[in-house]
């Protein structure tokens, strides 16, 4: 997961985005130790500088909030044309959505799938 810091829509405040854990990842591994009062956002987070230390969330809007797991991000005008542009580094894992894992309290039992049944 990432961070990066940028003003991208240059209105002169500093914006941030977050890259989560996504939906490669079964959402009780991602959890971890998180309590069940405790929020879990596994979507991207891109927090757009509302002045007044107000952000609001636009990563559904601007269709950056449903990728997978990622290591980092950066913000950078990689093309040199005034405008940042954001990078991000993922990493493919894989688990697949409905035969991924058998999961009891305390152990990991991980299934082998045939790659003709993938």
């Not at 998180?34 to 007044?52: C, P, V």
């Amino acid at each position: 997961m990432g961070i990066a810091a940028s003003d991208y829509n240059q209105d002169g405040l500093i914006d941030f985005f977050f890259s989560n854990t996504g939906s490669s990842v079964p959402e009780f591994m991602a959890r971890g130790d998180l309590r069940d009062d405790q929020t879990f956002i596994k979507d991207w987070i891109l927090f757009r500088n509302d002045g007044d230390f107000k952000f609001t969330d636009v990563a559904s809007e601007a269709k950056l909030a449903n990728f997978e797991f990622s290591w980092g991000a950066i913000f950078e005008d990689f093309n040199l044309d005034g405008l940042q542009d954001l990078a991000v580094a993922e990493n493919y894992i894989d688990f697949h959505r409905k035969r991924h894992l058998n999961y009891r309290v305390g152990y990991l039992f991980s299934k082998k799938v045939a790659d003709s049944q993938r």
